[in-house]
């Protein structure tokens, strides 16, 4: 069997920038988390949360078949019957609208960091959180990889090809969202509106990430253009 068809090529191809898009919630996430952390070891901490993120997606694709049980129903409550993918996606969302809230409500109030808490102590509480999300990221970058691809090669290999160009871009992302306030507010609520709509789903409700995506996209873009402005009305 020839592996290296024009199909499973296009597949590969596709499949990775899929998982690239679905992958900038988990950078996003980790580079905000990350600056939480000391100097010294944040660089580590990031490497690490998307290796995390990396092992979770693969030990996923291979529990395949435990994937899909997830979507049979657990429980009802007043006739809404819940799949363990829904309380996934249901817990994970409100933590990431808690997160969120805490993180734009530190910064807005300019609250003092935590002195107390040691570097080892600090990089452990961050992985901690980084592994709890990158559990509910997988789920829908696994989902859409079995839906999009039919040999278990393809999946693998565009996982593993998305997560080294996040591990050499993720860096840059996060100084970048760290030595730039607007544009972490702006992150934060992304984040927000992440966590609303992995609740919808959670719920039972579908949502097009295609307008969230597009909606971060235009954000983003009109951020870039103030961040310009500001740039040049203070060079005069």
Request: charged share 15%; glycine share 6%; aromatic share 10%.
């Amino acid at each position: 069997m020839d592996i290296f068809t024009f199909e499973t090529i296009s597949a590969l191809v596709t499949l990775t920038a899929m998982e690239i898009v679905l992958g900038i919630d988990n950078i996003v996430f980790i580079s905000i988390v990350v600056s939480r952390t000391p100097s010294e070891s944040r660089e580590r901490t990031r490497k690490l949360g998307i290796f995390f993120a990396l092992f979770s997606r693969l030990i996923l694709l291979f529990s395949i078949t435990w994937i899909m049980s997830l979507k049979e129903p657990f429980f009802e409550v007043f006739g809404k019957a819940f799949s363990g993918r829904d309380l996934i996606l249901l817990f994970g969302g409100l933590f990431l609208i808690a997160k969120s809230t805490y993180e734009i409500h530190h910064k807005v109030a300019d609250a003092p960091e935590n002195q107390t808490q040691t570097i080892s102590g600090a990089a452990k509480m961050i992985l901690l959180q980084i592994v709890l999300l990158d559990v509910v990221f997988s789920l829908d970058s696994v989902i859409t990889a079995v839906g999009m691809a039919e040999h278990l090669w393809i999946m693998v290999s565009a996982m593993v090809i998305s997560m080294a160009i996040m591990l050499v871009t993720a860096k840059k992302i996060g100084d970048f969202v760290d030595h730039n306030p607007t544009i972490k507010i702006l992150a934060l609520s992304f984040l927000l509106l992440i966590g609303v709509m992995l609740v919808i789903e959670g719920m039972g409700e579908h949502v097009q990430k295609g307008y969230i995506y597009f909606a971060m996209g235009f954000s983003l873009l009109v951020e870039m253009l103030n961040m310009q402005y500001r740039k040049r009305h203070l060079n005069r």
